[in-house]
């Protein structure tokens, strides 16, 4: 049966003439175990809740993917075999989500499969809590990854990992394909990790070595894993990279390189494989073909869920609108009263201060809230008085009554449980793990995770962040300290760079709203859009209210927030200035001051660059009209704000300094009176 993995890995990169061979054919006979002996799948209905998860970390072996999909029964046809990493098939060069059905999560990044793993693994651990019920076990799967050297080199696995332990992930297991090779040869001289000690440090049960071309005893140690009740597993398998080929196996020219016509013929002969290229008997087939056992499993589990819903309607109908990522809240109505409120408040407040107030709403009615932090709780302000701080005991249960942080969390965490809770995540110091984990949870299903960290260690989630935007997932980064608005930590701690870069990720929303009407727009735009990854990007320092009409304009990402009439001028204006977050208050105290003096300008709120540029041409033009010069105010890198036209950027492009944010300010410019100035300026080169 691994054979025929084998034949059809290195028959697609020969036909693409691109690709990696080494690993599949080198990971083929623990896929067999895997796949033939353990994993519950129906190749006829991908989306079954239910099911295992499978995620091959090390995506580059993407055909040995492919060629289980094919040969277990998914609707992956031959012919895209044959098309492997051509334009438009659905076998890309790596796994992509939503492309090819069975694949769980797009890898290729090495490390954060294994990361959307234990995300996958969390959320079925919390949706199994929150759902099933004495007899109805509903939510019971196991999550399975593959990984190898390079996942494990990277630094995000260890952060990870570290956190699968400490939570008794005990439905993970990790097979690891101990090939000892990399691209740049025998790992030893630059991996001598001992894996099996750092895995146990993680509080991990470590089995093997096993040879991993015994798929019998691989399948008894992923038996004997599954046992496990308290501890995630590593088993660790002993392979040869390109196993089977007589020249290349155990080399690192097997890795990413075709085998070659003359060495697949070899390598038919030593694998004892006499069949043309793509072709494999119907005996195999039939050997590998899980449809039926597919359907039998998944006939079971929905006689159960049938079930189920007779005896807890409310909990089954629940469970299936979460599943399909419903919100368990009509966000519209809400976002309406909690927007007029705020526009009558009119408090100044810090934006994420704001989104802590938007959050206590939503969490006491949205149990698919999973909240979290990078360790910055009381700076990011993520976790509500409604939410428990996740804990497990020592065998791998939710504990309910929690250690939370405040009382009125501890007392609410009771009161939850039969109605659900939204959790709040303790992530430790691991942003990268955290963002990683998070796309996992949501590639699940059943919740909408977001997490919190200061704006300038973004980037050391990012590209995390930019795997989201890929796959389309409702994330939500909650980054606050978003400039060098919050002082004294100085500038390794004061975000420059961070919106603009982060702006440039395709598919991310990038919030950086003015005040709490706009930070509760922002919430709600990125709870409302399922298929979208957002972040918000929030201020330390308190902010004015900016008295605004409707809701509707905050939607549109731009919108004009003042005219001249509001700064007592009955002249159209002159030029307008565009500005962001903490420095919209700052363009308004501007204007007033040039309509001391006469001059009219418009103020234009731009809190979602991404938004505003999706709106029709005919209404972007009406906000930021072609004959006015524009005048950009934002605490970061001047570049950005160039594409809209800008005659000027009141910007910062060094780093910041570290002082109080009352120096900082004016040192920077960031004074009405240097915008003014500079609206001055311009208007004379435009005269
Ligand atoms: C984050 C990241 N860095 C670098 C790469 C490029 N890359 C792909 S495979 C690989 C080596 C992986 O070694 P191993 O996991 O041992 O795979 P094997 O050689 O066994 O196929 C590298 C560096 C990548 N895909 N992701």
Redo the contacts with the bound molecule.
Sequence with gaps: MANALRALAMDAVQQANSG?P??PM?MADMAQALWHDHLKHAPTEPHWPNRDRFVLS????SMLLYGLLHLTGYDLPLKELQNFRQLHSRTPGHPEVGITPGVETTT????QGVANAVGMALAEKLLAHEFNRDGFAVVDHHTYTF?????LM?GVSHEVCSLAGAWHLNKLIALY?D?G???DGQ?KPWFADHTAERFKAYGWQVLGPVDGHNAHAVSQAIAAARDSTSAPTLIICKTQ?GKGSPNRANT?KA??EPLGEAEIELTRGALDWHHAPFEIPQGVYAMWDAKAQGEKKLGDWKTLFAAYSKAHPALASSFEARMKGDLSLDLKALLDTAFAQSEAHAKPVASRMASKMALETFTRAMPELLGGSADLTGSNLTQTASQPSLRFDANGHVLVTSTAQNSAAQDSAAQHQAAGTSWHINYGVREFGMASIMNGVALHGGFIPYGGTFLTFSDYSR?AIRMAALMKLRVVHVFTHDSIGLGEDGPTHQSVEQAASLRLIPGLDVWRPCDTSETLVAWGHALQNQHRTSALLLSRQTLPHAPKKTLASVEKGGYVLSEPKHAGLKTDAVAVLIATGSEVGLALEAQALLAKIGIATRVVSMPCTQVFDRQPLSYRQKVLPAHLPRVAVEMGVSDYWWKYGASAVVGIDTFGESAPASVLLPLFGFTPQNVAQTVQAVLQKHA
Aim: glycine fraction near 28%; hydrophobic fraction near 30%; charge should be negative.
């Design positions: 990696h080494g690993a080198g090390n995506g580059h072996a290729g990044p090495l490390g990984l190898g050297d390079g996942c990277e394909d090939n090779i990399s691209i790992v990279i690192a890795h990413g590209n």
